[in-house]
T-cell receptor, first 118, second 111 residues
């Protein structure tokens, strides 16, 4: 089946530093990937849609200069949290759409990356 | 009002019981409905998806959509301890449009 690999699974950093999270589709090509953020006991919040070869589309309220997204190839999208602060601590999850004959936007998710900013 | 409402639980049931998980929504344009299961500290995995109204069965899992009531359900028969997880409903208007998720229901199956 389709697999999305996300790395690192856990990262701890100091306030003010930048952190990069990678999301790879291992056995399929993903022209579109999605980045979500999840707070404890809350739902997945879509941050941005990452499009291969073009700029990401950010959701309202998400700072594009703080959360830099790059989708340089059909199998890799990266999210960089720049100048991280404690309030950026969260669980970040990427996903890729498999499409499908039904037309449903079926997503395969990575295992997530837990960011802790000290 | 949130677009998708889901009781966060927690919900605890004994092993072997039938579990009913539900979501309500306000956007009548939603056409695609999905259920994801998320284990602790992991990403969600797709359990089932349905288009428009009706039922869909897959092993011990049955998904129901009632568009007239804007209500979807996931039933788990013969529940097992390994079913303990958070279950998220998700839906979208179009097949290629972004998903709107519920908050998730945390389920524990007691051996």
């Amino acid at each position: 089946g389709a697999v999305v690999s996300q790395h690192p699974s856990r990262v701890i950093c100091k306030s003010g530093t930048s952190v990069k999270i990678e999301c790879r589709s291992l056995d399929f090509q993903a022209t579109t990937m999605f980045w979500y953020r999840q707070f404890p006991k809350q739902s997945l919040m879509l941050m941005a849609t990452s499009n291969e070869g073009s700029k990401a589309t950010y959701e309202q309220g998400v700072e594009k200069d703080k959360f830099l997204i790059n989708h340089a190839s059909l199998t890799l999208s990266t999210l960089t949290v720049t100048s991280a602060h404690p309030e950026d601590s969260s669980f970040y999850i990427c996903s890729a759409s498999l499409g499908g004959s039904s037309g449903a936007n079926v997503l395969t998710f990575g295992a997530g990356s837990r960011l802790t900013v000290l | 009002q949130k677009e998708v409402e889901q009781d966060p639980g927690p919900l605890s049931v004994p092993e072997g019981a039938i579990v009913s998980l539900n979501c309500t929504y306000s956007n009548s344009a939603f056409q695609y409905f999905m259920w994801y299961r998320q284990y602790s500290r992991k990403g969600p995995e797709l359990l089932m998806y349905t288009y428009s109204s009706g039922n869909k069965e897959d092993g011990r899992f049955t998904a129901q959509v009632d568009k007239s009531s804007k209500y979807i359900s996931l039933f788990i028969r013969d529940s097992q301890p390994s079913d303990s997880a958070t279950y998220l409903c998700a839906m979208s208007v179009g097949g290629n449009e972004k998903l709107t998720f519920g908050t998730g229901t945390r389920l524990t199956i007691i051996p």
